[in-house]
């Protein structure tokens, strides 16, 4: 608990990490480890006594274009998230190391909207590299009483000119752009000092989905601006939409599944 009375509950993600070995012992049952019993006691204090809560973990359970995730532990915290959204104030994964997002939607994402978001999962770009990306970090501006996210500030390096770098003995870190003025350019869909709710989430996601220029951005954003810039198209692309409401195992696959059908 931080000072400010903000829980911080940090979940070991190794427990549906595909490539531990480990996580098969008793995968056919519910919860072996304990682990989201364990959580769900902590929600339930925390809901009782109306303090807010964030979600720390490493290996993202969807919202990507791939995961590597057990299915029954992500569709167990689907339901986590859907029924403790308005204690979970935010959830963050890293793993993929670049800059991704996904939506919970209510009653497993049956019904896909904006009165039916739950909440929204960050997936966060990573200062170390990867193959086609940049580095990247980011900060938050956050509701000092709600501790709900107003913004996510994002700078990156152009690993291009590590050479440079080298030279000049530090890395150039150059602001790459705000969540909020980015993906609500015009500012229709939130008030000011309004957080980002996952109805303000799933309305950028509509945008990916239907306005090409904003799905390129989202994209370009992806791999923190690395160049040369890649347009997805086909299967790639549905990888991408699917991944943006997609936030199991579960529900990724089907939503694949209605992308070829």
Known sequence: VTPEGLIIISLNSDV???????????????DPTGMFSTLIDYLLDAE????????IQHV???????????PAATDLYYQIIDRFNNTIRATFF??????????????????QNAQTAASVAYIMPSVTTYTNLNAGFRYYLVDPESF??????????????????????????????????TYDPEHKLLAENEPLSAAFWHQVTEQIYTNQTMFETYTDLRTKKFRPFTLETGAKKNLTLCGLRSMSVPLFEQCLGSMAS
């Open 48 to 55: 009782e006594k109306n303090q807010a809560v964030w979600l």
């Open 16 to 30: 549906w990490y595909y490539f531990n070995l480990y996580a098969y012992i008793g995968g056919n049952s519910i």
């Open 148 to 181: 709900d996210i107003l913004d996510s500030i994002n700078y990156y390096a152009n690993v291009s000119n590590t050479n440079q770098w080298a030279k000049n003995g530090d890395v150039t870190w150059e602001f790459e752009y705000s969540a909020r003025d």
């Open 60 to 70: 993202n359970v969807g919202g990507s274009t791939d995961y590597e995730a057990l």
């Open 94 to 111: 890293g793993h993929t190391h670049s800059d991704e997002l996904g939506v919970f939607y209510a009653n497993n994402g049956t019904v």
